[in-house]
């Protein structure tokens, strides 16, 4: 999971970090974290997800996460999710990640989403808010987190 002195070197040094959405990170945005403790699911065998906060930088979002309960350390088990907003300019860094700190979206978005997936399972990223029905994609996400930008608002569905 992220780790506390990885959140506080990006949180004194954002523009350090990464390239960053070109021009959020000249915003004067002042870094927020939104507590959640949201349960995603069961992702791996007997292995919840819980997203614990989502921060916001001037050029990232911070994914903070935990598996309930802890796996042992040789265990292969790590968040697999997509990530994505609902305005995605050409060059915009969404994409498929099993880390946790993401490009910010541009100001002008609303929402950023999170798909979430088993470790096993190999991604096919569509780059679509909505992958198309009936798709190996939808068949086998987990779970999909909203998260609304400007309150800290979040909602899982399927």
């Known amino acids: 999971m992220i780790y506390s002195w990885i959140l506080s070197l990006i949180r004194r040094w954002p523009g350090h970090f990464g390239g960053g959405c070109y021009y959020a990170g000249y915003m004067g945005v002042k870094p927020v974290t939104y507590s959640l403790d949201l349960d995603i ?3 791996a065998d007997g292995h919840h997800l819980i997203v614990r906060s989502i921060s916001l930088t001037g ?3 911070l994914f903070d996460c935990a598996f309930v309960p802890e796996p042992a350390e040789e265990a292969e088990v790590w968040p697999n999710m997509a990530y994505g907003a609902d305005v995605s300019p ?6 498929w990640s099993e880390g946790e700190v993401y ?3 541009v100001p002008e978005a609303r929402y950023a ?11 096919e990223f569509y ?5 198309p029905p009936g798709s190996d994609y939808l068949r086998n996400r987990i779970a999909r987190l909203t998260f609304d930008l400007r309150t800290g608002e979040a909602q899982i569905g399927k």
């Open 41 to 43: 699911g069961e992702v």
């Open 59 to 61: 050029e990232n979002l």
């Open 90 to 95: 050409p060059g915009w860094n969404q994409g």
């Open 103 to 105: 490009e910010r979206p």
């Open 113 to 123: 989403w999170f798909d979430f997936f088993r470790p096993d399972y190999d991604v």
């Open 127 to 131: 780059g679509l808010l909505c992958p």
